[in-house]
């Protein structure tokens, strides 16, 4: 397969790699920042460009892989691919910001987080599918297996729901990282202490229901301790905020 | 050494059999409830009561793995102990718990969540220590060392504040987990696809700080994506209450 890569960032970098990695044949890599291009360019070895112009009409597959405010604006300018496969990576946009723009495309959405320096799991990682069209998405599906076990097709709503999800169990998660570390920095104590807890708790809901592992002074109804706890928190109204409310609502299970 | 195990919930139940797994010589094992007593007994070979009053007093060591609430009852039934050493396992009762009923004291606690139906990692496990006495300290600090590789002297106020962390690292992000699961099932998405995203962000703050790793709409200022995902809980006050909260939380970072 033929494959475009538009965008350069963490998700554009790592799918081109895996898919340079297995076997893809990478035509074109487009970043605006040309340095970002070339740096991708070269480890899959193809074409960098930062003119949109310049993008070639004949890959199998154009990945999208920009931020969610660039979509429309991007495909606006490639009036050329109208007939062309064209994917995007986002969880949170619908495929329908192609409707206008493309007769074919879709979603090719890996759920992880990326980040440059850390190489990602392809294995493990969840691949949300969509497109408008059957026989397209056999193509997707088939780009999708060779580098990823995981593959589910997933609709633009259901998507969304996805998204939010991630966002509870992942950047609001990391958030409370956040909050415990700097609990204990105020004390002077080895944030170290926590990391094998934070590491127990991911693993522990791989294979029970989280609904079922939870443990703590809120679902054992301990106001003492909850007592103390708000206690110690009184000097910090923003985190004794989110204690009070987390413990209304486990308190209401 | 010879040590008695006051206890057999989750905790006892551990504890125990990793000090007799490591060649501790358990002397007793004492619960209410006789049946617990006489399972985890049968596992470390000793001799399993459900009377106070029973307890040997030449241990070297007491471990009293029982409830919070339970700590000053039990102590106070055990005036033959008091020139014995004992310790608790709480990481939200301060040792002083003991100070009426006790001369030598201190705290045993094994950082974790524990499940009975789940092997623990001791070798991962923070063992944090104290003790009223500098004698007595290096005792446990010894047997402390015989099951963990990572031992910290934390006293009763860091203690404390190690707990209210762990409450939000733990609990909460549980709680978060349960929110991602619970919000996917109403639209019949499979949550395994959440699974790898969860590990992921564990993982990550392993090698690198929480506040460092922050991703998603909020720390990106993406107005937008809040937006719809806002609309998207509009049938969840409880769930949209948390998000706005935690939104604005990270957007004033």
Known sequence: MKISIIGAGNVGWHLANRLFEKGHDIDTVYSRNIKNAIALAARVRTKAIDKLEEIKTDSDLYIFAISDNALAEVAEQLPELKNNLVVHTSGATPSSVFKDHFSRYGVF????????????????LPLCLYCNNNADFITIKHIGKSICHNIYEVDDKQRSLLHVAAV???????????????????????????????????????????????????????????????????????????YQMMTQQILAL
Do not use: C
């Open 109 to 124: 959405y890996p759920l992880q987080t990326f980040t440059k320096e850390k190489k990602v799991d392809f294995d493990a």
């Open 168 to 242: 509870f169990v992942n950047n609001f998660t990391n958030y409370l990282y956040t909050i415990g570390e700097d609990i204990l920095q105020n004390e002077k104590i080895d944030f170290n202490i926590l990391k094998p807890l934070i590491l127990e708790t991911a693993q522990k809901i791989q294979a029970h229901p989280p609904a079922q592992m939870q443990t703590g002074p809120a679902i054992r109804r301990d106001s003492k301790t909850i007592q103390q706890h708000l206690e110690l928190l009184e000097d910090n109204p923003k985190y004794k905020e989110i």
